[in-house]
């Protein structure tokens, strides 16, 4: 039944809420930054420098946002990619991860 | 009332505060709100009071039912009629009279039919697709136990930032209820949005 089915929740995170949710589905953008090895690095909204692996997609200057398993605290096996754009605010993306793991509001979105 | 969503004002590539995303008008649940039309542009005033609440699928999976006909949903102490969620479209599926898909915005999956009935609605469906973010704006329906949008505006996302704003808009709503509940139950204490603003009003505020 979809109502209750959660396996494909994914909570939005940045590089310093990435190591709650390790092995879990986790949801972020980041600034691309280069390509080494087959994976993908870029910057999150809080200046990690994360890796993602199996990115379908990326390109310089932009954002990309990156759906998937969060391997470890610095690293997501991607699901999904998508392009957005470079005119992404991500200051307001960064304070919404911080909302997110808060405990007066985390049921809104976890 | 919160149309505010339909376009993000921060600055391209800005570092816009996300505290600016809640200043200007708070949202009092007492208030009459407008509806807005499917292409976000002009503001019409339905008959009757609806408040057009931003939810996550989370918060309307684990909204409560009226206890009268079980058609409606209560989501922290208000009733819950008109919604706007955002998420990306999945299963889109065209029939003669209706479109119909799945939405995903991260925090679950609900089914969104959207009635085909003039030209004008086609044409709005045909201009997005499987994997596509998208803006929902409708109506939350239960039938049989199972919760669908009955959707009178589907949106193409443009701007990125609608999703974030979105979702600001969701926790900002959610602390808004929240408050206007316990003081309901506490009369000395009176809700203010503003105090969840934590920027401060600009000097040139105009009564």
Redesign the interface.
Known sequence: DMDMDASFRSAIVNGETLKMFVGQRVRTVLKFQHTQGGVLVGQSTDGHQLTIRGASEGRESHYLEVIGIADNDQSISAETCKDFDDNFDADAFNGLCKLVVNGKVKEVLL | MYNGGDH?D?????????NS?FSGGGFMPSQTTNTPEGSGGGITKTRGAQTLLPL?V??I??ASQTNDDKSSFVVNGTEVSTVRLVGRMMNKAERITDVRF?L?D??????VNRWANETSDNTEMGLVKD?D?VIVNGGLKGFQG??HIVAYSVRLVT???DI??H??Y??YV??DLAKAKKSATQPQVTANASTWNQAPPPNNQVV
């Open positions: 993000y921060g600055n391209g590539g800005g570092a816009a505060n996300a995303l996550t989370k918060q999976m684990d799945i995903d991260g925090t679950g999956r609900i089914e994997g973010y199972k919760r701007n990125y930032n974030t704003h979702f600001l969701c926790i959610h602390l």
